[in-house]
């Protein structure tokens, strides 16, 4: 069975600070991984999505993630947080055929420090 | 810009009354998902559909009911309210071929 695992449930970082949300998934076949944002009272946002190929994939608003299959592992990275990026993250993994499930993590909550 | 829209956005309503969560996608897309949201908690697939005159339960086992009578449209029924069921619904879209799933912006339903 598809599982996600996000071990960090609460990060908090200073504005201009490095960011890495952790992701460990667990898949039987080829991972679909995906990264989504989720304001408060929102919906959620794709981020970044990976299929195959580059495993550094580049997303919107500077975000990029790293699949390292040895790892299990979609880590989600941004070089200097600014204090918009204050949110909930979910990691996802799908499968890209028939029902196209998406199986999420229980979310990081990302705090910014002024 | 995603064109996935659900109402009411905010909802509160006694036990034991019936309540339908709307959720209309402009997008034709095919595939179409409910999904339940507790605080804090991930998100679980309560139903699904493939397209029209299509539903299917999800991972989570939930006491509520969809149709797709039409492409866009894909309500959610709850028959008899409880407070078991204060939780945010999100409804979701993709596109046949398509990769990305599109959410609305949700539906926070509390039942006193």
């Known amino acids: 069975a598809q599982s996600v695992t996000q071990p960090d449930i609460h990060i908090t970082v200073s504005e201009g600070a490095s960011l890495e949300l952790r992701c460990n998934y667990s898949y039987g076949a080829t991972p679909y991984l995906f990264w989504y944002v989720q304001s408060p009272g929102q919906g959620l946002q794709l981020l970044l999505k990976y299929f195959s190929g580059d495993t550094l994939v580049q997303g919107i608003k500077g975000f990029e993630a790293e699949f390292k299959r040895s790892q299990s592992s979609f880590n989600l990275r941004k070089p200097s947080v600014h204090w918009s990026d204050a949110a909930e993250y979910f990691c996802a993994v799908a499968s890209l055929q028939g029902a196209q499930k998406l199986v999420f993590g229980q979310g990081t909550r990302l705090t910014i420090n002024p | 810009e995603a064109d996935i829209y659900q109402t009411p956005r905010y909802l509160v309503i006694g036990t034991g009354k019936k309540i339908t969560l709307e959720c209309s996608q402009t997008?034709?897309?095919?595939?179409m998902y409910w999904y339940q949201q507790d605080p804090g908690m991930e998100l679980h697939l309560i139903h699904y559909?493939?397209?029209?005159?299509?539903?299917e339960k999800g991972d989570l086992s939930s006491e509520s009911t969809v149709s797709r009578i039409r492409t866009e449209h894909f309500p959610l029924t709850l028959e008899s309210a409880r407070p078991s069921h204060t939780s945010q619904y999100l409804c979701?879209?993709?596109?046949?071929?398509?990769?990305?799933?599109?959410f609305g912006q949700g539906t926070r339903l509390t039942v006193v």
């Open positions: 559909s493939y397209g029209v005159n299509s539903t």
């Open positions: 997008m034709g897309h095919d595939k």
């Open positions: 979701a879209s993709i596109r046949l071929e398509g990769t990305e799933a599109f």
